[in-house]
Nanobody, 130 residues
Framework: QVHLVESGGGLVQAGGSLRLSCVASGRTFNSYNMGWFRQAPGKEREFVSALTWSGRSTYYAYYADSVKGRFTISRDNAKNTVYLQMNSLKPEDTAVYYC????????????????????WGQGTQVTVSS
């Protein structure tokens, strides 16, 4: 069982930045595939970014086209934490952001599919004003 807790959300003006954090419980964090998803009111949950483990210390990063070049995902295994640095924020980035984890993802399609993740955090609200 993995427990995930997100933090770092808030209200920011368009063009601003936020850094989301997600702390995970468990002793094998380094082998977990980690993802960020978001859900705006009235919309389905959508993929934002993922960092998948391919063995040893190798990870692959994936980004949704809508955030590519503005968001950066990273992790600190010593702190059991994954981050999402969000720059040049836009009003359309407004949503509840969720951290997710899974040990069995395989490939880009799986990393971007919320149904393939077993563990979820409670979410953190990000609001970008225009």
């Amino acid at each position: 069982q993995v427990h995930l807790v997100e933090s770092g959300g808030g209200l920011v003006q368009a063009g601003g930045s936020l850094r989301l954090s997600c702390v995970a419980s468990g002793r094998t964090f380094n082998s977990y595939n980690m993802g960020w998803f978001r859900q705006a009111p009235g919309k389905e949950r959508e993929f934002v970014s993922a960092l998948t483990w391919s063995g040893r210390s190798t990870y692959y990063a994936y980004y949704a086209d809508s955030v590519k070049g503005r968001f950066t995902i990273s992790r600190d295994n010593a702190k059991n934490t994954v981050y999402l640095q969000m720059n040049s924020l836009k009003p359309e980035d407004t949503a509840v952001y969720y951290c997710a984890a899974d040990q069995r993802l395989s490939g880009a399609s799986s990393a971007q599919n919320p149904r393939d993740y077993d563990y979820w955090g409670q979410g953190t609200q990000v609001t970008v004003s225009s």
